[in-house]
């Protein structure tokens, strides 16, 4: 079993930006690919990015590469998302979720093992 919280949701102005915190507690941290996704009312849950087990490889969504960077410290059992240059179309609540050692990148929500319970990022124009 993995805990997953995250953190840092909020609300900003378009432009700005957040860091997403995600603590994890239970087995081995570093075994789990991590993924971050984000859902708003009325559709289904969309990937944004994914980091591997030691963080060597990331992949993310085209709506958000350049603008968002993934990160892990496994020291800390933390996953990061880095958040700039927000804008409206990015309000949503954001999950962070955990992939046992499947292939990667794993970018659909089904293949993601262990969920948070999300944090809302609203981005006002």
């Known amino acids: 079993q993995v805990q997953l919280v995250e953190s840092g949701g909020g609300l900003v102005q378009a432009g700005g930006s957040l860091r997403l915190s995600c603590a994890a507690s239970g087995r081995a941290f570093s075994s789990y690919a991590m993924g971050w996704f984000r859902q708003v009312p009325g559709k289904e849950r969309e990937f944004v990015a994914t980091i591997s087990w030691t963080g060597a490889r990331t992949y993310y969504a085209d709506s958000v590469k350049g603008r968002f960077t993934i990160s892990r410290d496994n020291a800390k059992n933390t996953v990061f998302l880095q958040m700039s240059s927000l804008k409206p179309e990015d309000t949503a609540v954001y999950y962070c979720?955990?992939?046992?050692?499947?292939?990667?990148?794993?970018?659909?929500?089904?293949?993601?093992?262990?969920w948070g319970q999300g944090t809302q990022v609203t981005v006002s124009s």
């Open positions: 979720a955990a992939d046992y050692q499947d292939s990667f990148p794993v970018k659909e929500a089904r293949g993601y093992d262990y």
